[in-house]
């Protein structure tokens, strides 16, 4: 399965269709998920209107999480497989997921500046969450790190494959260290602890956010493909130059 | 092949050999090194002020942060020599197993480099006016922390080898990795300060260690075999 979809013309075949799709559903997605979250879903009683940061904070963390695990993914793909679209994923996937990282950090300082009363603790969660960034930013940095783009490209694989140790630590930070971060509330064995009325939005923010990544994803390997064959073309015709 | 090809020991004493020979013809990497370390520990009573009690709450932390910052520069050159003079593709090329002479590499790096910043780390201690009874502890957490930590510089060296400015990648790659040795090593002498006992967080520092021993020679190998390939 993964060699038919691993063609890049059938790829493209394939994501020229899904793409404008979608863009409008995940967008749709936002738009509900952001309407519901803003203007009709209750107040947290202990929290007030600060609680709404949440539905931006827990998708994009969420998602932070989930794009390293896929860049990891697909980077063993690259490596074992050595298929050249696999690394274009993973690097169309590494600075979404600095930013989603990024995000998570933003907003859970500012909701924290006013529920705890500090921007920032070094809080066993957030601490992981700043590495899985710097994980991230080494991912980037290495794959722009030699001449040749193929050398950058499985180095800063075998980089991604380390860093899923970060993983687990973040999922389980709030479990294993009772310091400032609460638990989970949504992901539990005895079902979401969280009102109905608040996990309406949240869903759909994490839907949204979802497809909106895999969007832009695609449109990043779309741009990188065609950068390709703007190399191939440009050594052709230097080759033709030459003789 | 058979004559050369003897055991795996062997091949790893006479690698190790061969490194501690070669760095002993010239100290100035290791003066260097003590150097900086004597700096850095320096820099925080000037920042900090003078003050003991102050002193004496972060020296635990300088030292460990210390010793990280230190090696920074003697990592970035740990493979460089022998990758750019073909030596790694000789021994890439051999019959030797080149997971063994990464350990080798590692453990010799250790031996050179790092046994010296955990001898002298006594005399920062007191320079910081660490109490008395926690250097000891502190000498045990670093001896059994280091290993792990100059295992993953060695990861972490083959990693940018033939990269463009790997100076300046090097660290921002490997010190999100040396965290949790870091955590558990001044845990050590946290614990000995409140009278508890040192042992959970040892443990935890020697077990890393192992996994490290274990795993950074062929990741290593692995990374070096991808860099020869370039």
Redesign the interface.
Known sequence: MFDWLANPNRFKKITNKLEPSLLVISLLFIIFGLYFSLFDSPKDYQQGDAVRIMYVHVPSAWLASFLYLSLAISSIFYLVWKHPLADLISSSIAPIGALFSILTLITGSLWGKPMWGTWWVWDARLTSMLILFFFYLGFILLHNAFERKVDGSKSASVLAIIGIINLPIIKFSVDWWHTLHQPSSILKFDGPSIDNQMLLPLTLMIIGFGLFSLYLIIVNVKTKLIEKKCEALILKLNLKELS | MNSVYTSWSSIFIAHVKRDILTNSRSLIDLISIVGFMILIIILFPLGLGPIQEKLNIVSNAVIWVGLILAIMPSLEKLLQKDFENGWLDQIATSPIPLEVVMLSKGISYWLIILIPLIITSPIFAILLDMDLKNIPWLVISISSGSLAISLIGL?GSA??L?????NI?LP??I???M?PILIFGVGVNEAIKINASPYGNLFLLLALTLVYLVISPF?SA??VR??IG?
């Open positions: 990861s990693l940018i033939g990269a463009r400015r790997g990648l921002i790659l010190i999100p990795l965290t990741i692995l990374l991808i860099a370039r």
